[in-house]
C-alpha cells in the first residue's frame, strides 16, 4: 500500500483519487479552496440555480456510466427535457434549428444546396498527408468543406472550447475523429463500422443529465466517497523530491506551515497554477515551464432571467450557438431553464450566455454592467425579448479552458519525462486528457 499525495480538488483530483483509494492506497487529497469540484460549481440565487462550470454531463461511454454507478451518482442524475436534442445556430441573423436525421438535413437551411453536397462527398475523400499536426479548420474544410466549417466546426467549437478551430490540433482536441480517418479514411464510413463493433466502448442510448441541485451534486457524491481523504483549506507551497520518498510544504488555514512525506505524488492543479508551487531536487525541470505552458482565454458567463411571458422565441431547445462570421459579440446561449426543472422560479426563464474566449477575449473582462447590457441587446435581437431582467448575474473565469492546441502533444511528453526522471511523480489534469467533463472523469 502507497501513501499517496494527490494535489488539487478538481474532478480531475477527485477521480484519481477515487481511483488510487479503490486500489488500496492510502490517500491525501490537498485542496487550497474551502470546497472540491474545481470549476464546477453550482448556486442558488432568487430562484434561480446557475451552473459556473459544465451545465450538463453526457453519458455516452459504457465506462462514465459505470464510473457514476461505482460513486453512487447514477440513480440521483435527471436527465434533460427531450427537447435538448434541438441544437440551434444563428444563420444571416436568425436563429435556426440545426439538423436531427437525413431528411432533415436536406431541408434545414443551416448549409446552401451546395454545401450539402460537398459534405456528402464526404467518403470520397483520401486521407491527410501531415495528419499529426493538422488543425481542426483544415480537417473540417478539407473533409466537409469551407461551410460546413463556419457553420458547424467553428460554433461548435466555440461551445466546447471557447476558441477557434484553426488554434486546435485535431489529434489532440479529437482524437478519435483522428484515428478513424486513420484506421477507416472516411468518417462517415467509420462511424458506421465502429458502431456495429462488438466491443463499441458507447451506450446503446446514451444520456445528457445533470443533478437535482445542479452539478456541484457529482463532485460531492465523489467527495462522499473520500470523505477521510479530503483536506480543503490547504494550499501545497513546496514539493521536494529525496531518494526514496517525497516531502511536500503544506500551508494550513492559519497560515501555519506543515511538512508530511509521501510515496507518491499526483498533481492536477491546473497548467497556470503549476509554477505557483516551488520544486525542488526534480530532474528536468525545464519540462515544468512546458507543462505551464497550455493556453487559457478569459470566459464570461452572463445569467440573466426574464418573465417567459417577455420572449417570443419558445426556447424549445438546448440553446444556440454563433458562428464567427455572424459577428455578434456573444458565443452562444443555453435555454438553462428548458433543459432540467427547477432552474428558474415560475413563470420565469434562466438564460445562460458565453462572452469572451479566444474570439473576443477582451469583451470577457468588461464591467458588469456593460456585459449584461451587449449580452441583453442581442438576445432581445435574437429571440425577442421586450421587457428587462428580473434576475442578472456574472461569472468571470479569467483563464478558462485550457487550449488542446498542437502544443498540448509536447504538454503529454513533458509529463512522461518528468515522471521517468522523478519516479513517483505524475501528472493529471484538463490541460493533459481534454477540457470535457468525461475526459476528466477519464483521467486516472
Known sequence: MKNICIIGGGISGLTVA?????AGNHVKLLESNDQVGGVIQSKKANGFLLDYGANTLNVRLKTTKSFLIDCKAWDDCIDANPQASKRMIIRDGRIIDLPHSFASFITSPFLSIRGKLRMLCEPFISRANNAENETVASFISRRLGKEALD????????GIYAAKPESLNLKQAFPKMWEIEDKYRSLFLGFRKKSRQADNPNLKKPRLV?????????????????RDEIFCNQTVKKICRNSNDWNVDVQMQSGEIRKETFDQIISTVPSHKILSLKWENIKGMEELDTLASSKHFPLAL?????KREDINHPLDGFGFLVPEIEKLNILGTLFSSTLFPERAPDGQVLLTTFVGGE??????????QKLVHLVQNELSKILGINGEPSFQEVKLWPQAIPLPDWEMGNRKKAAEKLSKLNPGLSFSGSYLSGASLPNCLEAS
Open 18 to 22: 477515487y481511483e488510487q483509494k479503490k
Open 210 to 226: 445533470s443533478f437535482a441541485q445542479g452539478m456541484e451534486e457529482l463532485p460531492k457524491k465523489m467527495g462522499s466517497f473520500l
Open 151 to 158: 457553420y458547424a466546426a467553428n460554433p461548435f467549437l466555440a
Open 302 to 306: 452572463v445569467y440573466l432571467g426574464f
Open 359 to 368: 474570439r473576443n477575449p477582451e469583451l470577457a473582462k468588461l464591467p458588469v
